[in-house]
């Protein structure tokens, strides 16, 4: 999420802070695309989500041990 608000921050500077012309680069485009960028990931990292979860059983006469690991992918909709 850290990366979309630098993102964000950055976009703004070029959108609003510069004002510098070029021929080749419009610095107001490209700030509002780093802005939807930096939108665009804070967003997705807020709706997906991983996680893993691991359970460890053992028999009572601690012989045997086994181990599941599960990935659950959480969607928020």
């Known amino acids: 999420m850290a990366v979309g ?3 964000i921050i950055i976009g703004a500077v070029f959108a609003f ?6 021929s080749w680069l419009d610095t107001q485009v490209l700030g509002v695309i780093l802005i ?9 990292s807020t709706t997906r989500r991983r996680r893993v979860v691991t359970q460890q059983t ?3 006469d601690a012989v045997t041990r086994s ?3 599960t990935v659950v992918e959480r969607q928020l909709d």
């Open 5 to 7: 608000i630098v993102l």
């Open 17 to 22: 802070a510069i004002k510098a012309e070029s």
């Open 36 to 44: 939807l960028g930096g939108a665009g990931f804070i967003w997705r």
């Open 58 to 60: 053992e028999t009572p």
């Open 67 to 69: 181990e599941e690991t």
